[in-house]
Nanobody, 121 residues
């Protein structure tokens, strides 16, 4: 069983930075990769960024490229999302996720409980 706990959300102003953290309670080699999704009110949950447990290959949604950075610390089983130059449209609940389902449709995904990020204009 893989458990994820996010932290670091909050209320910020447009242009500010914020870092989300995610503690994954599983050995690094057991969950394949991790990343972040977000869901705004009335919208679907969308993939924001992801990376494999090993290696440096990353993916970013077009809307966050150049502003957000996903990173990991395998020794601590932590995944981070550094968010710079935040915009009001980045307002959403951000979910940490892990598992092969981030890379292959139909495979398993483990979810955190979500953390709210609100960006005021």
């Amino acid at each position: 069983q893989v458990q994820l706990v996010e932290s670091g959300g909050g209320l910020v102003q447009a242009g500010d930075s914020l870092t989300l953290s995610c503690k994954i309670s599983a050995r690094s080699g057991t969950y394949y990769g991790a990343g972040w999704f977000r869901q705004a009110p009335g919208k679907e949950r969308d993939l924001v960024a992801r990376m494999y447990v090993f290696g440096n290959d990353t993916y970013y949604a077009d809307s966050v490229k150049g502003r957000f950075t996903v990173s990991r610390d395998n020794a601590k089983n932590m995944v981070y999302l550094q968010m710079n130059r935040l915009k009001p449209e980045d307002t959403a609940v951000y979910y940490c996720a892990a598992g092969p389902g981030l890379f292959s449709t139909g495979a398993s995904i483990y979810w955190g409980q979500g953390t709210q990020v609100t960006v005021s204009s």
